[in-house]
Every structure is written in structure tokens, then in C-alpha cells.
């Protein structure tokens, strides 16, 4: 039988705030030694009370705002219940059944065709602490809490299950960050942990209405593990249906190094949570007018980008998706061509030689030495024949190294195109002598043979000659 997948994601992203979600301390936990970020409110000591952080609620406004959600006139806090050492109240102030923003959709591009993904709903609530499993001085295991992180405000955007495939879950998780990206609300780097992700996933058969029992994976944090993750859960549950099995409803983490999801515990429902509202917060009146000037202070977001991109610029939906996948990419390729108006040269060079240099040395665009100013000097030196389109790839890539002016790297180098007749016709004539054949085969009509004689002149130069002044030497002096 052949099964189709229900997934939908849940994502938790760190807003970028000063202070925590509810206390003034420090939001910047990165690298401070532990435990050095905290209050009495994230400690949950007796008789600390919550306030709460207004450019959090802002934040999320916003983001429901890009994500075409509706906002809330009336919303408020509630208390999740779970017992976890990371967690140091007992229970976690979030939202329940009265969220900021609900009823939103992502559109994605997956091929040459749009997917309209829907979002449930994205609150706010806060993160907990950070555990560290090491051994003791005893030699036995134990656990360390460092709760700077507890208290920082984190945003749950909850997917409808309206993702089919792995490779679209990759591309939902991509434009969802690039819109928080635009929108300068979260950093979006699953690295350091500001983007999560876990994922619910089912199976049922082709043509069925019905949802099979969800299964929850936790502990992705790369595109890549998502998509593997999702791949290896489809699989395994495919097996068991095969068999006649039944899925169990339960919580698996992935397991990076082995590939595998392993079972962690039975899923959770919501009354397990025992929520309610949260008696040491008022509720919040978000007003209309409120919602219309953040609205109106929106900037141009990934989508609308592309669009312009592609009717402005004329580039093609597969470039212009290459270059808005972030906003430092967009930034950056928009920066070349304010300064060099050929848009279709910036984006090869950038999808191919930039692109390229990008991933093997595992950088970002927003720090590499090679700057905008940099790649448009290049392509005017190019332009004006100092180098060619083969030198201009080395000095690139020096320029890439050593973040050097381009003009320095051609004089330090010695890669100057030759373009003065003089200088070549003396090597086109030493070229004509030796390949008598392809002079001969060039004569009898065969054309291929004109390129093999400039290869010839080409390759004698080191690359450095200019090909239109050789063709024209070599027509000239064969007649």
C-alpha cells in the first residue's frame, strides 16, 4: 500500500530583545559564564512577579503580520504546567487558547509550483534553562543547569499539517526564516539555537481523509537533519503499516550520528498541561490602530522581493529565490547592482563563484572580506578588457582570501589580459607554425579548428590573452 505523509511543524524562534520576556535581565546569554543572567523572576524565587516585554509583543505582532495572520484584539498568558529542571517555576508562562496571531499561510515555492502552507497560530511564551549531562567528580552522571537562557522570549509558530513531502518541510522552514530575517525580529540560526524545530508526522494511505497517529521528532537543528529526520520517520512508519502494525503516538528523538529517530516518551496532550490563565499578568489589548501602523512599518519581505526581482530586474524565479534565501544575500546583491546595472552578471557571479567559495569555506555572506564594491570594481575591469572572464575567477578568489582590491590582485598576480597586437602576433605566429593540421583543417571549412588554435595561443599565455584580438590575429594572418 502506498502512504501519504502528514507533517506539520512547530518552530521556536529567539526574539531579539535587550531584556528577557518577563524580568529586565540580560537577553544576551551567549557567552556569559553561567548562571550570571538571572533574577529572582527567572529563578521563580517566592514573591518575584512577571512584566511583561513590550517589544516581544511587537515582535510577534509583526511576524503574524508577515505571516498574513490575523491579530488579536484581545489576548493573555497562560501557565503550562511541566516539571523539568530546566524549567525552575514548575511551569512555563506561554499561551494557550487566546494566541497574538492565528489563522495565517506561508506560500513556497517548490519547483515551479506554490504551495500554500497554512499557520495555525504563533504566541509568545518564554524559554527555559539549558542542561548540561556530564560526570561527576565521583565519576557518576550527573546534570547542570544554567538558566541564562530561562526567561529569554521565544515565539511558537505552529504549522497547519499541510506539508506532504521532506523536501517541502526544508522549504517551508527556509522562507518561515527568511521572513523573521526580513523582518529583524530573530536571528534564525539553528546552530546557535534561536530556530527550532520539531515536527509531527503521520502516515495514511493515498486517498485517505483520515489522520493516522502523530508521531513528534525532536532534536533537529539543521535543514538537513529536518529533511533526514522526516525521510527516516516515513520509512519506518511505512514499515510497520506494511506489516500490519500500529503506529504508536509518542515523542523520538533524532539521533544525528546514526541517522535514526529513537523513542523518548508518549506524546503529551494539551490537559496534560493543565493550563490556565496566568493570574500575575493582565490581559492585553492590541487596537486596531496599533495593528495598522505596524502594518504600515512592515519592510519589503522575501516574497514581494522576489517578485520585484524578477518583473524590475528581469532576472529568473530560480535566481531570484538563490538570492533572497536571506536577507544578507538579498542585501548584499542589491548593494552590486546600485553600483553596476547589469543585474544578470551580479547574480552569476554570485550564485556561481561567490556561492561556491561561501560553502567550502563555511562562511556566511554577511562575513566574507569580498565585499559588493569589490565584485562591481572587478566586473568594470572585466568590462574594460584588463582582464578576462578565466583571470577574473583567480582574482576572485584571491579577492575572496585576502579581501583585496581587485586592481591589486591583477598587479601582484601579473594576470593582466594582453590586448596589444604587437605583444601576441608573435605567439600566434609560433602557434600557426606548430599545429599545421588544424591550420589546414581550418581552411577546408572545419570550424572547430579555430578553437583549437586559440586554446593553443590561450594556453601558451597562461590565460592572459585576449581572446577576440586572437581570433582576429589568427583570421587575419590565415586569411
Known sequence: MKYEAVIGLEVHAQLITESKMYCDCSAQYASAPPNTHVCPVCMALPGSLPVINEKAVRFTAMTGLGLNCEIAEFTRFDRKNYFYPDLPKGYQISQYDL???????????????????????????EDTGKLLHVDGADGRPCSLVDLNRAGVPLMEIVGEPDIRTPEEARLYLMELRAVLQYLGVSTGSMEEGSFRCDANISLRPEGSQE??????????????????????????????LDKG????????????????????????????????????????????EWVEELRASLPELPEAKRERFISQLGLSRYDANLLTVNKATADYFEAAVALYPNAKVVANWMSGELFRLLNASNTEICDTLLTPQHLVEMLRLIDRGVISQ????????????????????????GLAQISDASALAATVEIVIRDNPQAVADLKAGKAAAMGFLVGQVMKATRGKANPAMVNQLLRQKLG
Request: hydrophobic share 35%.
Open 211 to 240: 489522520f493516522g497517529a502523530k508521531v513528534e521528532i525532536k532534536n533537529m537543528n539543521s535543514f538537513r537533519a529536518v529533511y533526514r529526520a522526516l525521510e527516516y520517520e516515513i520509512q519506518r512508519q511505512s514499515e510497520i
Open 390 to 413: 578565466r583571470l577574473a575567477k583567480e582574482v576572485f578568489e584571491e579577492m575572496f582570501r585576502t579581501g583585496s582590491q581587485p586592481q591589486r590582485v591583477i598587479e601582484a598576480k
Open 245 to 288: 502494525g500500529r503506529i504508536e503516538q509518542e515523542t523520538r528523538g533524532w539521533v544525528e550520528e546514526k541517522g535514526i529517530t529513537v523513542s523518548q516518551r508518549s506524546k503529551e496532550y494539551a490537559h496534560d498541561y493543565r493550563y490556565f490563565p496566568e493570574p500575575d499578568l493582565p490581559p492585553l489589548i492590541l487596537s486596531r
Open 99 to 125: 494566541p497574538i496571531c492565528s489563522h495565517g499561510w506561508l506560500d513556497v515555492w517548490v519547483g515551479d509550483q506554490k504551495r500554500r502552507l497554512g499557520i495555525r497560530r504563533v504566541h509568545l511564551e
